[in-house]
């Protein structure tokens, strides 16, 4: 039982380029999420998948697109990546219906675009 | 003003002191109320939860929730060199499919031995 599981770690893109990130989940969940984390700003929501086959904005979705593959799996694509976009990035997953409404974090990418 | 106000930090302490870590907010709809732990260079993981009012204990760990005040407080008890971490708070006003919760900035916790 991996949780959440993200690729890659790390990762430097020039301007202009695109790539995709990868998350995928082994607990069976609904709903799975991508955030960005700067220093000083927390966790920000860029997207978020509340079950497969739909996906919602979230507060700073400029820049990304998304795609619920299927149940387990919820990948982060920017298109023409950008200074800004420089961040690490989080996945994570949550069982609907829980009593405790516990996201599980994945560990991470550290995104750096020159 | 931000939704959920956590004071960044770091906050440095002696190992054994007691640790009080806070955050206020003014969305008076929030019920579900979390704590994460950060390592460094890691993802958060799930410490506390709290539905509504009141304590939750959990062996060193304590969560606190004041609706009236908005104010939600952690204190960890005999604190110890592995507590160092950022903690973030987080809140929910719903539950289900709609469960967007929001986070605080985190403080960052220094346990010196």
């Known amino acids: 039982n991996a949780g959440v599981t993200q690729t890659p770690k790390f990762q430097v893109l020039k301007t202009g380029q695109s790539m995709t990130l990868q998350c995928a989940q082994d607990m069976n969940h609904n709903s799975m999420y991508w955030y960005r984390q700067d220093p000083g700003m927390g966790l920000r929501l860029i997207y978020y998948s509340a079950s497969e086959g739909t996906t919602d904005k979230g507060e700073v979705p400029n820049g990304y697109n998304v795609s619920r593959l299927n149940k387990r799996e919820f990948s982060l694509r920017l298109e023409s990546a950008a200074p800004s976009q420089t961040s690490v990035y989080f996945c994570?997953?949550?069982?609907?219906?829980?009593?405790?409404?516990?996201?599980?974090f994945g560990p991470g990418t550290r995104l750096t675009v020159l | 003003q931000k939704e959920v106000e956590q004071d960044p930090g770091p906050l440095s302490v002696p190992e054994g002191a007691i640790v009080s870590l806070n955050c206020t907010y003014s969305n008076s709809a929030f019920q579900y109320f979390m704590w994460y732990r950060q390592y460094s260079r890691k993802g958060p993981e799930l410490l506390m939860y709290t539905y509504s009012s009141g304590n939750k204990e959990d062996g060193r760990f304590t969560a606190q929730v004041d609706k009236s005040s908005k104010y939600i407080s952690l204190f960890i008890r005999d604190s110890q060199p592995s507590d160092s971490a950022t903690y973030l708070c987080a809140m929910s006003s719903a539950s289900g499919g709609s469960y967007i919760p929001t986070f605080g900035r985190g403080t960052s916790l220094i346990v010196h031995p």
């Open positions: 994570a997953s949550r069982a609907q219906g829980t009593g405790a409404d516990t996201q599980y």
